[in-house]
């Protein structure tokens, strides 16, 4: 079983910073893409990053520039360094993994808040 635990939300002003972590166990995490969605009130979950089991990286418009998605593999963990935030990037942050064992695998998600 596929376990994910997000890290690093919280409360911070428009133009800071935060860096969430996404722990993973139950899978060779080595080989699998890893993402980041998020979900707004009364908006769709959007994909905000993707790494590859490469190290390959994308990013949603909304966030190129300002967002960085990294992994380590000893550690099983994914990160985003998320910067020169704006109130609009207020959501619920999701952790996933790529499908494995006919199933798609989600954190339990974390809110970050961008406000004054």
């Known amino acids: 079983q596929v376990r994910l635990v997000e890290s690093g939300g919280g409360l911070v002003q428009p133009g800071g910073s935060l860096r969430l972590s996404c722990a993973s166990s139950?899978?060779?995490?080595?080989?699998?893409?890893m993402s980041w969605y998020r979900q707004a009130p009364g908006k769709q979950r959007e994909l905000v990053a993707t790494?590859?089991?490469?190290?390959?990286?994308d990013y949603g418009d909304s966030v190129k520039g300002r967002f960085t998605i990294s992994r380590n593999n000893i550690w099983n963990k994914v990160y985003l360094q998320m910067d020169s935030l704006k109130p609009e990037d207020t959501a619920i942050y999701y952790c996933?993994?790529?499908?494995?064992?006919?199933?798609?695998?989600w954190g339990q998600g974390i809110q970050v808040t961008v406000s004054s």
């Open positions: 996933h993994h790529e499908r494995t064992r006919g199933r798609d695998y």
């Open positions: 139950g899978s060779n995490f080595r080989l699998f893409a």
């Open positions: 790494i590859t089991s490469g190290g390959s990286t």
